[in-house]
């Protein structure tokens, strides 16, 4: 059984930065996927960005390209999300998923096999 355990959300102003870190334990797969997605309450779970086991198939959603970069340090089964000028609209829980191969529509969250806990992420004004 794979586990997600997620760290790095905190509060921080309009315009700062975060880094979460995302660490997988049990079995992995070579050929995984693991992503980060956000939700606010009522809304449903929005991708944020991904990357293969590798890290040379990595995507950003439009919303936060230009702002946050995704990394894979694959000898520790860690994936990291850099958010940088961070709004109060990035506002979220995030949650790290992971999924045995790179799944078709890596968008969506039914495509995951395996979810975190989520970290909160508070961005003040």
């Known amino acids: 059984q794979v586990q997600l355990a997620e760290s790095g959300g905190g509060l921080v102003q309009a315009g700062g930065s975060l880094k979460l870190a995302c660490v997988a334990t049990g079995p992995t797969f070579s050929d995984n996927y693991m992503g980060w997605f956000r939700q606010v309450p009522g809304k449903e779970r929005e991708f944020i960005a991904g990357s293969s086991w590798s890290g040379s198939n990595t995507h950003i959603a439009n919303s936060v390209k230009g702002r946050f970069t995704v990394h894979r340090d694959t000898p520790r089964n860690t994936l990291y999300l850099q958010m940088n000028s961070l709004k109060p609209e990035d506002t979220a829980v995030y949650f790290c998923?992971?999924?045995?191969?790179?799944?078709?529509?890596?968008?969506?969250?039914?495509?995951?096999?395996?979810w975190g806990q989520g970290t909160q992420v508070t961005v003040s004004s």
């Open positions: 998923a992971a999924d045995s191969s790179t799944p078709i529509n890596y968008y969506m969250d039914y495509e995951y096999e395996y």
